[in-house]
């Protein structure tokens, strides 16, 4: 039986929604995969609409059949914000199909992804976009982060546990799963280096940065700290009860990106 191709069945359905929204495109879309997330939904979308640059940017939330009662606060937020668009899946095709099918339906020239349960800095998006636009050569850029295990902190309240101080872009330190968590990139790369692998639940994101950076593009880091990241026991990535699947996503990555990293290192050593 042939598999059905859900995710082109949702990007039509959006492009053809495309047609009754509003026609100035966003910068920015922001995309967000929802799956149990009534606990931080509040929090969430606090810390999104009082970004600075907010009324340039598109929040598309795409809700993979949670069980939960998101929904409500969803639609209040609706009718404040018509930037914000929302549609609920009947099956969950994984974070990375959720992510394919946003960046499908997406407007904007640049792409960030929104966990539900971090928060972010009020200018975090903007000091983004401004490092793109100052880089027409960067495809992708990212910054530091904090780092806290306490849930509900706000980035402006919270009391940092540490940073996580990614290193600055090279191809060797591509090794270190950057760019992290909160990136934000040109939508344009996906047309020169494809979308995610769904077929990874965690490190779909590492793989398709490293394949980025293999056929060419480049990354450059922002400064500052913007995002406080929240290390959740329950997360897709960080519940120890999945380590065992956790960790041979990353092998996978390792098995096929390591001689990208070790030749990058190589060539860095000849030009010291």
Not at 68 to 89: D, F, G, S, T
Not at 183 to 193: D, E, I, L, V
Request: aromatic share 14%.
């Amino acid at each position: 039986m042939k598999k059905i191709n859900y995710t082109l069945i949702f990007g039509l359905f959006f492009l053809f929604c495309m047609v009754i929204w509003p026609k100035d495109c966003p910068r920015i879309s922001i995309i967000t995969s929802l799956y149990k997330g009534e606990e931080f939904i509040e929090g969430f979308f606090e810390s999104i609409v009082q970004q600075t640059v907010f009324d340039q940017c598109e929040l598309i939330i795409i809700n993979a059949n949670s069980p939960e009662n998101e929904e409500e606060i969803i639609k209040k937020y609706m009718q404040q914000y018509p930037n914000i668009r929302y549609a609920r899946l009947s099956f969950d095709p994984g974070i990375y199909g959720v992510w394919n099918m946003a960046i499908q339906a997406a407007r904007g020239e640049f792409i960030t992804n929104a966990n539900v349960d971090d928060r972010l800095a009020r200018d975090c998006y903007e000091v983004h976009m401004k490092t793109l636009d100052e880089n027409p050569d960067v495809d992708l850029t990212y910054s530091a982060m904090y780092f806290t295990r306490k849930p509900h902190e706000t980035f402006e309240t919270h009391k940092p546990q540490e940073i996580l101080n990614y290193p600055e872009f090279s191809v060797s330190n591509m090794r270190y799963c950057l760019p992290g968590y909160n990136p934000m990139w040109r939508k344009s790369m996906h047309n020169k280096h494809g979308f995610f692998d769904d077929s990874f639940e965690t490190a779909g994101d590492h793989e398709m940065w490293c394949r980025a950076v293999k056929n060419g593009s480049v990354f450059k880091k922002a400064p500052g700290v913007h995002c406080l990241y929240y290390n959740n026991p329950k997360g897709l990535s960080t519940d120890d009860a999945r380590w065992e699947k956790i960790k041979k996503e990353i092998i996978r990555v390792g098995m096929m990106y390591y001689k990208m990293w070790d030749e990058a290192k190589h060539e860095e050593k000849r030009d010291q």
